[in-house]
């Protein structure tokens, strides 16, 4: 079973900032199975990023996905108030699903 | 627009059975090319991917948890349903139904509800 190991686990920072997230798979996956979500307290998550680089629908271009092999990117180019929250990703194989830990993005 | 709901008990009792259901709205649960998951997340943790269906019964699950798992489908009531038995505290979370989509990705999400495993 493929690990996804996020970091860093907490990232602080101010409106207007760019935050760099990372997502490192265990072994060799395809792209097209990493999928980022956000996750603000008390709501369910929802998709950001699908196949590694495609914003899902209603997504604001601010945020990009981006890597292949193991090493996995979640940008977000100017931070909005609304845009603190929990970031996960997530690895479809071999029928399984799986989630990264979770960047936690606080204010700074 | 497709709506998901869980339903069901939000205390449970260790070793019971913890069963939930999903009912979808809005859409068929019959439409081919998708899957019907269930997700948890223990309370201040991360997110656990359980298992999903096919409306034709299709089911994946999570290995570990195989031995206690059943997840079932009635396409007449648009409905998937969660069957988690010998719980112990450790299955305290909040479970959540959504669909897998296109990419594989769980792209519509239920609200999620609360089951704690308590005496």
């Known amino acids: 079973e493929t690990v996804l190991t996020q970091s860093p686990g907490t990232l602080s920072l101010s409106p207007g900032e760019k935050a760099t997230l990372s997502c490192r798979a265990s072994q060799t996956v395809s792209r097209s199975y990493i999928a980022w979500y956000q996750q603000k307290a008390g709501q369910a998550p929802r998709v950001l990023i699908y196949g590694a680089s495609s914003r899902a629908t209603g997504i604001p271009d601010r945020f990009s996905g981006s890597g292949s092999g193991t090493d996995f990117t979640l940008t977000i180019s100017r931070l909005e108030p609304e845009d603190f929250a929990v970031y996960y990703c997530?690895?479809?194989?071999?029928?399984?699903?799986?989630f990264g830990q979770g960047t936690r993005l606080e204010f700074k | 627009q497709l709506q998901l709901q869980e339903s069901g008990p939000g205390l449970v009792e260790p070793s019971g059975t913890l069963s939930l259901t999903c009912t979808v709205s809005g859409g068929s649960i019959s439409t081919s090319g998708y899957y019907w998951g269930w997700i948890r997340q223990p309370p201040g943790k991360g997110l656990e991917w359980i298992g999903s269906i096919h409306y034709t019964g299709d089911t994946y699950h999570k290995p570990s948890l195989k031995s206690r798992l059943t997840i079932s489908v009635d396409t007449s009531k648009n409905q998937f349903s969660l069957r988690l038995t010998s719980v112990t505290a450790a299955d305290t979370a909040v479970y959540y139904c959504?669909?897998?989509?296109?990419?594989?990705?769980?792209?519509?999400w239920g609200l999620g509800t609360v089951v704690t495993v308590s005496s």
């Open positions: 959504a669909r897998r989509g296109g990419y594989y990705v769980l792209d519509v």
């Open positions: 997530q690895l479809y194989g071999s029928s399984l699903i799986t």
